[in-house]
């Protein structure tokens, strides 16, 4: 179909869902007020037939490093650069990302990029998307569906995160000569069943596995949010009496985790009670490895929104792309954090 007559064809198809954002029933119940501006700009799309039109799924708004990773797409994808963006928060259910990606397989948009919340249950939307010939972007978190069924993917390397924060522990552990001591700890997953909270379990777990010494005591979701990662550190307090690591899938649950262990009466970090492993490395976490609160920080990189949109750009071309793209990350500790801190956006 040319695409000017596709363009105008979007707009048609989404005037419905306008009325359905009114009634609440619709994808767009519970969009913010610059997403209902959007939405009015996207009647006069035809009146912009040259921006290429994305739809965005964001799983949720659950943590630092989640609103650093919209607002890294949202940076990359400006109408200056020539996209109309879409955008919608399923607020970390599954049942509303699909029905965020069919409403945009109904709009007829150009591209879908979408970061899935947990890795299976994909298959039909994709699927539907493939049909309706609309090239599928997956961003951040894995899917376990088919290469087939999706175009490419751009996210982080969760097993290795994983595996690189018991990496450190043990190099922590050598250097004050208690490799072999015993090690009580407990870990702070995130959302269960997302490809960051298996791959960064099953990486810590293969290395911890060769050290009987090292005891996991316990290991409960925090869903990856202040609030729930308190409540379980809690918990975890109440029910045993000696930890001494804590290993918490993300910034947001380690805030939450540290104020329940500060309450209780007890010290984190470098010269405290308990040793404090950490993932994401956002600006207000990275202060805490400065302050020798946090051990070491393990980076999760949200800055994706540049891939997607150099991706878009080669597919436009029709030049080819890679099945997969995995962002840099680092490890921070107190000793090399200062150094980063300057330009930390985020
Ligand atoms: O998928 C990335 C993870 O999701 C980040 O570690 C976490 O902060 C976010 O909620």
Sequence with gaps: MNKNKWKKTAVLLLLPFLFIGQTGCGTFSNIAPEEIDEIDEMVSVQENDDLIVVGFAQLGSESMWRTANTNSVRRALTKENGYFLLTDNARQKQENQIKAIRSYISQRVDYIVFSPVVENGWDTVLEEAKDAGIPVIIMDREVSADESLYTTWVGTDSFKE??????????????????????????????LGSSAEMGRTTGFHSIAARYSNWHILDEQTGDFTIAKGKEVMQQFLKKYKDIDIVVSQNDDMTFGAIEAIEEAGMTTGVNGDMIIISFDAVREALEMVRAGKINVDVECNPEQGEYIAEIIQKLEKGEPIEKEYIVEEKIFTHRNVSKYMEDRTY
Excluded: H
């Design 162 to 191: 994983g595996e690189n924060a018991a990496r450190w522990l043990e190099g922590e552990l050598k250097s004050k000569n208690q490799l072999y001591e015993d090690v009580n700890i407990v870990i702070l997953q995130g959302t």
